[in-house]
């Protein structure tokens, strides 16, 4: 069944509201793409737990460290999960759970591998905290980046198309 299919088969309840359909569900990990990438975070761990604990004599701010710097890169570290419905799109990674209603996209900007759903018709200094960010699963699996333009275009087509 295609996305578009997926909309279309989106009920109407008795009350009149449309129930949500998952259209895509998908999981992309940064780390497995760049096993390089997973070595420096280990390296940079070690590092700063080395500093807290024996320049510092601190195990309490080793851990400290530690916690920060494996908080900062938990969008590499852990993977995030995707999933585009009819009503939003989300984005899960560990704890941290983002989303956005189709109604609110003013634009989608596509950057290299992924694409952004803005909450702004143009550019802004604020897009890097405002929106969501979906990065593409590897070609001819869920997720790939055709496909993400294709299910944006259908869901929010008031929105503008960038790149």
Same mark, same amino acid.
């Given at each position: ?77 852990? %993977? ?42 143009? %550019? ?32 929010? %087509? ?6």
């Amino acid at each position: 069944m295609s996305s578009t299919d997926r909309i279309e088969a989106a009920a109407v309840t008795a009350s009149g509201s449309h129930d949500e359909v998952v259209l895509l569900d998908y999981t992309v990990h940064l780390m497995r793409r760049r096993p390089a990438g997973a070595l420096l975070v280990a390296i940079a761990v070690l590092a700063v737990a080395c500093v807290g604990q024996f320049l510092l004599r601190s195990t309490l701010l080793a851990l400290v460290g530690v916690a920060v710097l494996l908080g900062s890169t938990a969008e590499f570290v852990l %993977p995030i999960r995707y999933t585009l419905t009819t009503e939003k799109a989300t984005a899960a990674c560990g704890p941290t759970r983002l989303a956005i209603e189709w109604s609110r996209v003013r634009r989608v900007a596509r950057a290299g591998g992924a694409i952004h759903l803005s909450p702004f018709a143009a %550019p802004n200094r604020l897009d890097a905290f405002r929106g969501i960010t979906l990065r593409s699963a590897r070609d001819g699996q869920p997720g790939e980046l055709e496909q993400l333009l294709r299910i944006a275009r259908e869901c929010a %087509p008031e929105a503008r198309i960038d790149g």
